[in-house]
């Protein structure tokens, strides 16, 4: 068991027998009181966050978690398969685990997924994505001087919004986090 010194954010912890990942945790000495952490956290089933105090120096039961960075392979229904680089062993992993990036993904990225006792547990992709444009509106010379944005269609039918210059065939850097165009390739 550890205490509540040993946790920090993106800890997984077990807490009400469910695994929760800590998103905040801020230690706190209120005036005359004693001292407490506060924390919020994210439970890997259902999704939903919750906030508790707990007192300084409780014990808290961390997960055991691995990470291994897996080749994603291809979709399969509501899965995805990964294969383990060192292993080549198949893995399917949940599409609602990468949330809003999934749509990001490209077969043969590689990804981070995270095992309790061999259970899928969470899964990340990469920051940063390469990706070609398949489709958007032709840019006009001249039109840099503004901040303009127009949509533009990857490669795997995500839509992104990019600066006027982008044209068709360009390569694009997205950042998967929030969806966000961030430069152009050469």
Known sequence: MANTGDVSVGTVLRYNGELCQVIEWQHRTPGNLRAFYQGKMRNLKTGKTL????????????????????????????????????????????????????????????VKVSFENDNVILAE???????????????????????TLKPATLENDAVVNVPLFVNEGDKVKVDTRSGEYVERVK
């Open 125 to 147: 992709p990469p920051t940063f994505v390469e990706l070609v444009i398949t489709y958007c509106e032709p840019g006009l010379k001249g039109d840099t001087a503004t901040n």
């Open 51 to 110: 906030e508790n105090r707990f007192r300084s120096g409780e014990e808290v039961e961390i997960a055991r978690v691995e990470y291994k960075m897996m080749d994603y392979l291809y979709k399969d229904g509501d899965n995805i398969v990964c294969m383990d680089k060192e292993t080549f062993e198949q893995v399917p992993v949940p599409s609602e685990l990468f949330g809003d990036s999934f749509q990001f993904l490209k077969e043969g990225m590689e």
